[in-house]
């Protein structure tokens, strides 16, 4: 029996496309064009099947994807980032903003989760100082930790949490955010935004599930590249 098609969104621009499998948040690649894109999101199953054993959820043996829905990129596309437009009706997917169900929620909350929980580990085997860019670019691992925070800390806000910034090292009050955080996207939902001019649980844990793993898969490869 043949593992079920993998739905996907393409957001495409002109010279850049990001495709993300619908149903795994955190899962996201970007090429130059559609096909570059569902080619790097393709190769990076093996990286993100940890993530879902982490979860607790059966990832597929085998990658096959059916392109759900085609939107227009902008200017996060052409950086290789999901775009994030505001106000939240016109940001993306139509299955952003889908009813979630019980067992939804909880199957997106795990998964959110699971990507800060390989974030956690990643960070924990990676060297203080990693690898720079060819321009001498790039951020070290406390300040890519410091980021990733950062940005939780900003999307929150999204979903009617406010928090004041944890410290990076304030393991207490980075565990009170995420668990904010997984509150609300494990709760279940009729696809509206969580707040007037908010985000959608889906959407919520799509983009923050991305951000966390694109950063520690960074992480981890510039880590071995110093290694």
Do not use: N
């Amino acid at each position: 029996m043949s593992s079920p098609r993998i739905a996907v969104c393409l957001e495409v621009a002109p010279k850049q496309a990001v495709a993300s499998a619908l149903d795994w948040p955190g899962w996201c690649r970007a090429g130059r064009d559609e096909g570059a894109a569902l080619a790097a999101l393709a190769s990076y199953a093996g990286r993100y099947a940890p993530v879902a054993a982490h979860a607790g959820v059966r990832f597929p043996a085998a990658v096959a994807f059916d392109v759900a829905e085609r939107v227009p990129g902008g200017p996060a596309t052409a950086f290789a980032a999901p775009e994030c437009r505001r106000p939240f009706p016109q940001i993306t997917a139509a299955a952003d903003r889908a009813a979630v169900t019980p067992a939804a929620a909880r199957l997106l909350a795990g998964l959110v989760t699971a990507a800060w929980a390989a974030f956690e580990q990643i960070a924990a085997a990676s060297p203080a100082e990693l690898r720079k860019g060819p321009r001498g670019g790039g951020r070290d691992r406390d300040q890519i930790i410091g980021h990733v925070i950062g940005a939780d800390t900003a999307y929150v806000r999204k979903l009617g949490i406010k928090h004041k910034l944890p410290a990076t090292g304030g393991t207490a009050s980075i565990g009170e955010l995420r668990e904010a955080i997984a509150a609300v996207v494990g709760t279940p939902s009729d696809g509206s935004p969580v707040i007037p001019s908010g985000w959608t649980t889906r959407y919520a844990a799509r983009r923050i599930a991305w951000h966390v793993l694109e950063h520690a898969w960074e992480m981890q490869d510039r880590a071995e590249s110093e290694s």
